[in-house]
């Protein structure tokens, strides 16, 4: 018996399961600090221990996608390893802020399976709930994978879930204690509230990155994640090595404080897809478009939906004419993010 | 009305105009292990709290270029969005030391401005102050850049600020507490006191590190510097990135470690130029002149004034015969640092 | 008189000499954060401190190889500027975790001589000591290099210091406190426990990582390694530096975890060649070979010895006809690991 893990086949997963993932994790400053090395990013809430005290948390959390890519690396091993593609995210809340030397653990439980037609894949859908150290849970998100079988046969009863198409307004999560009475728009960076953003507007970020193997391959080791595809520059012909679609989401967000930095906290993922593959030596754009303007059961934090698009092209460009996305788009997420009303 | 920011051209600066920069930053001891991994630092005061503590200090302070790098990367989207060109710093001190924990901002007054005979552009003087969570001024220092005008149109009245050709060794302030009484040279890893160098001396300091384009990117990202032309490849024809100026002094500075290993504190910053643009693939060597040696305040603490030059090329190699940088330097730089007498 | 370290030569040692290394480290989470950039490594007691307290431990102690790279590092300056060759390892003994705020020194002593039949160069061998600012041990290693003579001259006398072929089980130091009574192998990633493995059984780990320049010089610079080979581009007519054989046992231990996740602490280092050199673009894989079996002086705390192999060619493979290390071969290591009996 080999002793080496080959990653769950389609046949590997049932409706019910529960797989605690391996490798718990302690946070420090030192994962903060990579993450402004690695993405441009300057979230005042997440950069200064000042500004979040005067916005009523204890210190400056994690990124927000710090603990993401923290809670999604560990599902690797036991979710994706022997994955096609990664079809989609829904009903992601954020529930606690995570802070340097918290614990991370992982949990998933499956709750939907459906094979494919050609017998040969299957698509598992699987909750996953990150906690820290005192339990408490701080993201669960729902993704959907399309897995390899084994080998050809049967198929198990087909169990889709029900996904909601979006966090409603009334369930976000705002952290404890957090509060926008004292906000210092001129340290955030720009003026703009949530009155200010009409639904609909279209906000070019502006910026471009480009992107590096080793700033890739670095931000994924860091999250532990194991795909092999991330950094075996044999598993292509042109020695290219796929990019972490999270390194994707990063980047985009980053860019997305021009014009946007009182988009504070991520509270919901409800939606994304990684249109296009990425390549070190893309130069990553982003833009936004304002979905959904609400408020929350704390006065005066409002909550803003965006789609954020992460691309190699133009602001605004989404999809072709036939319905498909656009070859330069690479990311098209819908998430919902805190800011002053 | 756009929501990002397209930074100030030469007409929104008027003297005395006083800018608040955006985005406060909690330092960590991950910025000190990302600078390790960066530089080929070695100053034994900023690796070792023993050795600090030795020193006087409560424990090891973050390199003061890590200070000048946050500082100065605060001030980038209000000062040198538009910048065409980066002129030069003057009347740079440094004021206290800043440890893991600490909060800083900037602020900048425009403290002159001076339109060019074409009409198209100007010079904007700005003093820059670095404070941390208590108010307490950290580094003070001049730079003076050129930015485009939105429009030709009538100049503004000139103002020229007096800058002093050097910090005075009366001026400089030893951080409370220091001392060099029971200085332990092996561990420091010279034996060269003040005492042993003389004026006009020439040291090269031997070692290159060749450059990569994910390196300087990681390292100007860290100070969240936003300068367009050190991330996005689609600028330029070759798809190189200009590397961040102060990636370039940060590289000198710690090639100079072999040779000043006891210059251990930066407490002035009396003119630099970048005398050529530095590119990845380039290989960066380093050597020194010492300009001025002096007595300060403090009993034993000595000051070496010093020009540190970055360069592709040999040492001791400045000008060429026209009084020009020869092409292979990329900085010149006149500082001050601390050395046991 | 120059200032510059010239390193030493063959002449410089003398057997008995005691050389106390500059530049003492104080550790942060930031090097941990980092190690998990550069390297695949998912030990569960490296990554989280509740895990390392549920093993006995105060907290998560950094990854032992980080210790061994700062304590090396350490010695390049006064052992191996001058290096033609790293010879071999022996008698490494892990002797004291190492903690996020400890502070490293290093010590060695010269305990061997011989100059080689050409007259010019010679062997010499060095025992290592790293410290904590406690003055406790945490590491002590014999090491052997080739190092160039000033002069062509005459001989000192050999002296071959007699070194054992392996560190016995009896003389791996158990950390204090630590145990496997509670041990969680589920989230540690595997169900292999000490008698779950066989001697000779050989575990190929199948990932492969191909490393580019900017990850070796980062991890490099890390451990103030100053050894001009790894970054100076200059020095080949490829341009490719030279990657420090310490990133080469790093990766290679953390691509390991595939198979071997319960190897948990490393506590001796038997032996060790560079079996060739590795340059950036090269996909370093590895295998194991179970080498031996032990109980230690903890009850339920086993010892297992490894025969590490990174390799950029196919597991299991390790000399050619003649003897010689297959020309694919990176690294031949021979260490001690605890794990759960």
Redesign the interface.
Same mark, same amino acid.
Request: hydrophobic content about 30%; glycine content about 12%.
């Given at each position: 018996m080999?002793? #080496?893990?080959a990653g769950r086949f389609f046949e590997d997963y049932a409706v019910g399961d529960v797989i605690?993932h =391996?490798?718990?994790? #302690?946070m420090?400053?030192?994962?903060?600090?990579?993450y402004?090395?690695?993405?441009?990013?300057?979230? =005042?809430l997440y950069?200064?221990?000042?500004?979040a005290r005067n916005c009523g948390l204890p210190a400056?959390p994690l990124d927000d996608l710090i603990t993401f890519h923290t809670v999604f690396g560990k599902t690797v091993?036991d979710v994706s390893l022997n994955a096609i593609a990664n079809l989609g995210y829904a009903e992601g809340r954020w529930l606690a802020p995570v802070y340097?030397?918290d614990?991370l653990?992982s949990v998933s439980e499956v709750i939907g399976i459906k094979q494919n037609s050609n017998g040969k894949s299957g698509v598992v859908w699987v909750r996953t709930t990150g906690r820290n150290?005192h339990g408490a849970d701080v993201l669960s998100y729902v993704r959907w994978v399309m897995v390899r079988k084994r080998s050809e046969g049967d198929a198990p009863a087909t169990v889709v879930p029900t996904l909601a198409p979006a966090i409603a307004p009334s369930d976000l999560q705002v952290p404890d204690g957090l509060h926008f009475n004292d906000y210092d728009a001129?340290?955030?960076?720009?003026p703009?509230r949530l009155r200010?953003?009409a639904v609909g507007e279209v906000?070019?970020?502006?910026?471009?990155?480009?992107v590096?193997?080793?700033?890739h391959?670095?931000?994924t080791?860091?999250w532990?994640n194991?795909s092999?595809v991330h950094?075996?520059?044999?598993n292509r012909a042109d020695?290219k090595?796929l990019i972490y679609g999270g390194h994707v989401i990063s980047l985009a967000r980053a860019l997305s404080f021009?014009?946007?930095?009182n988009a504070q906290m991520i509270v919901a993922l409800n939606a994304g897809a990684h249109a296009n593959p990425c390549f070190a030596?893309d130069?990553v754009r982003a833009w936004s478009e304002v979905l959904e303007l609400a408020e929350t059961a704390v006065a005066g934090v409002g909550a803003i939906r965006l789609r954020l698009v992460a691309t190699k092209g133009a602001a605004g460009v989404l999809r072709t004419d036939d319905g498909k996305y656009a070859p330069d788009v690479l990311l098209d997420l819908d998430y919902w993010a805190l800011m002053p009303l």
């Open positions: 080999t002793k #080496t893990n605690t =391996a490798v718990p994790r #302690t420090s400053g030192g994962e903060r600090a990579l402004h090395a690695l993405y441009p990013a300057r979230g =005042a950069s200064s221990d000042e500004f400056s091993p340097p030397g614990t653990t150290q001129t340290l955030a960076g720009e703009h200010d953003y906000i070019d970020h502006v910026d471009g990155v480009t590096e193997e080793s700033e391959m670095l931000a080791r860091l532990q194991t092999k950094f075996d520059a044999t020695g090595r021009n014009g946007l930095a030596g130069t």
